[in-house]
Nanobody, 127 residues
Framework: VQLQASGGGLVQAGDSLRLSCAAS??????????MGWFRQAPGREREFVAA????????YYADSVKGRFTIDRDVATNMVYLQMNSLKPEDTADYYC???????????????????WGQGTLVTVSS
């Protein structure tokens, strides 16, 4: 599976952005694979942002983004999106999409459980 993330940019606090992740895989892959978004700010560890679990589509969010970010998938186009509203300066980071066919639910927030990664897309939120 190849992943291509896009949609980052420079915005002001309170603005919105939508990140996209295109999965290059056969069939309706994003319906059969767990997709996650992670972020990494300079000097900080990679952290979980959101995930949508394979098949059933249950969604999970980090506490820091709950109520502001929404993860969605389009099975027909093999796309996953991260809608980010009410952005804060502390949301500034490189954002990565990730995927895995077989991770278990208890590891959905652990970046080490994901086998496939896209390149980062930079989100910068100015105050």
């Amino acid at each position: 599976v190849q992943l291509q993330a896009s949609g980052g940019g420079l915005v002001q606090a309170g603005d919105s952005l939508r990140l996209s992740c295109a999965a290059s895989a056969s069939g309706r892959a994003v319906g059969r694979i767990t997709m996650g978004w992670f972020r990494q700010a300079p000097g900080r560890e990679r952290e979980f942002v959101a995930a949508i679990f394979r098949t059933v589509g249950n969604k999970y969010y980090a506490d820091s983004v709950k109520g502001r970010f929404t993860i969605d998938r389009d099975v027909a186009t093999n796309m996953v999106y991260l809608q980010m509203n009410s952005l804060k300066p502390e949301d500034t980071a490189d954002y990565y999409c990730a995927a895995d066919f077989s991770l278990i639910l208890s590891t959905v927030t652990d970046w080490r459980a994901y086998a496939y990664w896209g390149q980062g897309t930079l989100v910068t939120v100015s105050s």
